[in-house]
């Protein structure tokens, strides 16, 4: 069997699994709260101030098992590292997270 296909019915398989989780993986728009280099440059306000931001990017790196995962998202030619935690974020979305690959948009 040709290599891409074995790829693409594993993406497929992927994509199923977001979809049963109850998330649209292709949704029609996303409102992000900050770009990347905003984050960076509210960093001690949002952290002083513990305020939830959504941001939207580029999958670059991802690491860990277990129950929690390191990623590294990538906008408007920065990295964000972000951390992802089972008991923070619940089972749905650190499943989902987990279905994630390098390369691919999150928001």
């Not at 199923?16 to 770009?35: C, D, M, N, V, W």
């Not at 098992?65 to 749905?92: C, P, T, W």
């Amino acid at each position: 069997m040709d290599i891409n296909t074995d790829q693409q019915q594993v993406r497929l398989g992927k994509l199923e699994k977001i979809r049963a989780l109850g998330t649209e993986p292709y949704p029609y728009s996303f409102q992000r709260s900050h770009t990347v280099p905003e984050v960076f440059g509210q960093a001690e306000h949002l952290l002083k101030h513990q305020e939830t931001i959504t941001i939207a990017g580029r999958l670059m790196a991802v690491r860990g098992k277990g129950k929690a995962s390191f990623g590294n998202i990538q906008a408007q030619h920065m990295r964000l590292q972000i951390y992802v935690r089972l008991d923070a974020v619940g089972e749905n979305t650190f499943e989902m997270f987990k279905l994630c690959d390098i390369g691919d948009h999150l928001g």
